[in-house]
């Protein structure tokens, strides 16, 4: 499967798009209420998307999602319920993309890893994350 799913399906903590996936036109994957959405879009050859700006929307975001981009190399990304017991297991590869968007979480590389990193900021140095004791 090209598009992954992990966790409460109307409210996933974690979203995977493979690298093998594809979509005409754009299409979506996250919730509309998560502060990262996560779509993919594919565009003929001369197709413009017309110039735009965003406008100012003031908008009240609790909680970092964060997207890894895979550039090169692969990782095992382990995600963790309410407490703090693992639940899945993800490896991710070149050209993977994941929206890690509830609960927490751990990335261990596999091999060297390059990977692209999108959050939301500015970054609140120590109040931005807490590290938690993993349980069996």
Known sequence: MAIEFFGDSSRPSAIVIRSEES???I???SPSDYSQQLGLMTRPLGYVVPAHVHNEVERKITQTQEVLLIRNGSC???LFDVGNKAT???ILKKGDVILLANG???IEMLTEC???EVKQGPYA???DK???QEKT
Do not use: W
Request: no cysteine; glycine share 8%; aromatic share 8%.
């Open 104 to 106: 927490a979480h751990k």
């Open 88 to 90: 899945d297991e993800i």
């Open 130 to 132: 807490t590290h938690i």
């Open 27 to 29: 299409k979506f994957f």
């Open 76 to 78: 095992l990304v382990t």
């Open 23 to 25: 979509v005409l036109g």
């Open 114 to 116: 390059e990977i692209l």
């Open 125 to 127: 140095g120590d109040n």
